[in-house]
């Protein structure tokens, strides 16, 4: 089932992301200026916000077997509609409508590993998923921009939009709940359930009915622990939005290479990253399996990739293109390591609002990536990124300060935290 996630993943990023490859080429054509490209880059993330609350409650009461595949279609039929585009408005409504059946998308693969996997196993499987974010760009970046060069933009579109169609029926066809699942025994739902696997929460005629209310929206928002959280998550997502949004035009503009030969430029930050999410995950759960306090194991690899995403302040004062790669890659290297921050979803949301705190977190990181491409696109003045950078390093360093101070002595659930049941 982790294999179904990772390559939903991957297809989920691939249509966020595939504007940034057709970008060069699109504004082109239908002579976009820089403003209105930061624009088009946020239409996605501004729709995608916004739904993560209804989203993540959706995703508390509609079983992945079905919801995912009925997203997939819609938001692939929107990526489709992208290579039809004839104006900037139609561009930005087809963006909009791709955030907004993206949006439940992470509560989902967190109801799946959590129903699927025991906790101190969670974080490397978590870790294992969200490098799909990566692997997408990173393995597909020199396909991707071949197949534009050979067979333009519009083309682009056309076919991611056909690979998740194609997607949906496969995920449909294969994926089952563990309590669906007919090669699971009764012992292997017991090992599950006992090993901490979140399963009878999904099941309302064995569990306490959750029911939303206001009062639950309040709670969200109540422990200092989820505001470090949810504002940790807004950095880590703002060094995620450059790579994913304006990356190669930095690469085209400031470094001045060739649209063709930047591929295999923009695949080494991904890779880098990629590597990040994976070992963060590993070696959190290691930690906690060796006796290190569950806060602690989690919070290091949070700490130690944030800390490293602010190696982005020393491009300004670099000149050739390989050094700057390499900085790019350590600095998206450590945004892979913090990005395990999923990880406390599941440790501190209670079951039955698992969907709906994800939601809260994963809109905070979606406001991140609708603030950050416009930000960038005010900063860049005639090419010149510097002053973005300092931007992306400078929150790089104020998460930091989040994750430090305001989730200080967590090690578990929080008390009184949402999740009271509602007659």
């Not at 989203?55 to 990526?79: E, F, H, Q």
């Not at 590993?282 to 906690?288: F, I, N, T």
């Not at 002053?387 to 360093?397: F, P």
Request: aromatic letters at 12%; charged letters at 10%; glycine letters at 10%.
């Amino acid at each position: 089932m982790l294999v179904a996630v990772l390559v939903t993943v991957v297809i989920n990023y691939l249509d966020r992301t595939n504007i940034s490859i057709a970008a060069i080429g699109l504004a082109a054509e239908l002579a976009l200026s820089p403003a209105q490209m930061g624009l088009l880059f946020s239409a996605f993330a501004w729709s995608y916000s916004l739904c993560q609350l209804p989203g993540g409650i959706l995703a508390d009461r509609v079983r992945p077997r079905v919801l995912y595949p009925a997203l997939l279609v819609c938001w692939s039929l929107a990526t489709l509609a992208q290579g039809m585009a004839a104006s900037f408005a139609w561009l930005v409504v087809c963006r909009v409508l791709v955030g907004i059946f993206e949006a439940p998308s992470y509560p989902i693969n967190n109801r799946v590993v959590s129903s699927w996997f025991v906790a101190d196993r969670r974080a490397g499987a978590i870790g294992i998923y969200t490098s799909g974010q990566f692997l997408g760009l990173a393995g597909l970046a020199p396909v991707l921009v071949a197949f534009q060069a050979t067979f333009g933009w519009r083309a682009l579109f056309f076919a991611c939009g056909a690979i998740g169609i194609l997607w949906a029926w496969v995920w449909h066809s294969f994926y089952r709940d563990p309590d669906q699942d007919s090669k699971l025994t009764d012992a292997d739902l017991s090992a599950l359930r006992s090993g901490g696997a979140l399963l009878d929460w999904k099941r309302p005629t064995q569990a306490p009915r959750f029911v939303f209310v206001a009062s639950d929206l309040k709670h969200a928002f109540s422990h200092r622990a989820l505001w470090g959280l949810y504002c940790g998550q807004f950095c880590i997502g703002t060094l995620t939005a450059f790579f994913l949004t304006w990356f190669p035009s930095y690469l085209v503009q400031a470094r001045g290479m060739q649209f063709e030969s930047i591929g295999a430029m923009t695949a080494v930050p991904f890779l880098a990253a990629m590597g990040g999410v994976v070992l963060a995950g590993l070696v959190s759960d290691w930690l906690v399996r060796n006796g290190v306090s569950n806060g602690l194991a989690r919070k290091a690899p949070v700490l130690t990739g944030m800390a490293l995403s602010g190696a982005v302040l020393a491009i300004p004062y670099v000149g050739d293109d390989a050094t700057v790669l390499a900085i790019m890659a350590i600095a998206f290297f450590g945004n892979g390591l913090a990005s395990i921050n999923w990880v406390f979803v599941s440790m501190l949301a209670p079951p039955g609002h698992l969907g709906l705190v994800g939601g809260v977190f994963n809109l905070v990181g979606g406001l991140s990536a609708a603030v950050t491409p416009i930000a960038i696109g005010m900063l860049v003045r005639g090419g010149d990124f510097s002053a973005a950078m300092a931007y992306i390093g400078a929150v790089g360093m104020v998460g930091f300060a989040c994750y430090t101070v305001l989730m200080s002595g967590i090690d578990g659930r929080l008390p009184n935290a949402i999740g009271q049941s509602h007659p």
